[in-house]
T-cell receptor, first 116, second 111 residues
Framework: DVKVTQSSRYLVKRTGEKVFLECVQD?????MFWYRQDPGLGLRLIYF???????EKGDIPEGYSVSREKKERFSLILESASTNQTSMYLC???????????????FGPGTRLTVL | GNSVTQMEGPVTLSEEAFLTINCTYT??????LFWYVQYPGEGLQLLLK?????DKGSNKGFEATYRKETTSFHLEKGSVQVSDSAVYFC??????????FGQGTRLTINP
């Protein structure tokens, strides 16, 4: 059974703290993604990675960074958490391809982060 | 640019009712189109997809047809069940590997 796991389901942090969200996939996927989900806004892409140590900014990268040291693990880092980063964070992964065909993204259960 | 617009929620129906959730899109080129579903407490799952005009995606009794002339990909099901209660997201893929999502529609089915 394919699986994407996220380190925490719920997290509460204080303004200014450094926050790490971790995601692990067991499907040997090349691509990994971080999204945030907010009511009325759907999912918005923060960053994605198409290979180890490779990353590309998504639509809303400000205030975030990422790290991918191993193929199966993709970390999202909030250098200095702020209240407007309170949200649901979803990780996803998919196979890479050199062509233009789409590959299904598999999602983790999400981490609900509250910044006080 | 690329964008997806879904009908406003929440939507509440009785069991065995007919369901339509509207989705329209704006895109350059010829994107692939998708419906994802998020059950309570879970991540998103791919429900169905269509990769070119006039394609019909289907799964679990749900259907959607890629209509290029109306830039639409409406989700339909003939008879909904309580277990269909979830949040549904329409999405498009403007280029390989990336997705652009609509805002989501929360569906509640009452017995």
């Amino acid at each position: 059974d394919v699986k994407v796991t996220q380190s925490s389901r719920y997290l509460v942090k204080r303004t200014g703290e450094k926050v790490f969200l971790e995601c692990v996939q067991d499907m040997d996927h090349e691509n990994m993604f971080w999204y945030r989900q907010d009511p009325g806004l759907g999912l918005r892409l923060i960053y994605f990675s198409y290979d180890v140590k490779m990353k590309e900014k998504g639509d809303i990268p400000e205030g975030y960074s990422v790290s991918r040291e191993k193929k199966e693990r993709f970390s999202l880092i909030l250098e200095s958490a702020s209240t407007n980063q309170t949200s649901m964070y979803l990780c996803a992964s998919s196979h890479g391809t050199s062509g233009l065909s789409y590959n299904e993204q598999f999602f983790g259960p999400g981490t609900r982060l509250t910044v006080l | 640019g690329n964008s997806v617009t879904q009908m406003e929620g929440p939507v509440t129906l009785s069991e065995e009712a007919f369901l339509t959730i509207n989705c329209t899109y704006t895109a350059t080129g010829y994107p692939s189109l998708f419906w994802y579903v998020q059950y309570p407490g879970e991540g998103l799952q791919l429900l169905l997809k269509a990769t070119k005009a006039d394609d019909k995606g289907s799964n679990k009794g749900f259907e959607a047809t890629y209509r290029k002339e109306t830039t639409s990909f409406h989700l339909e099901k003939g008879s909904v069940q309580v277990s269909d209660s979830a949040v549904y997201f329409c999405a498009l893929s403007p280029r390989a590997q990336k997705l652009v999502f609509g805002q989501g529609t929360r569906l509640t089915i009452n017995p």
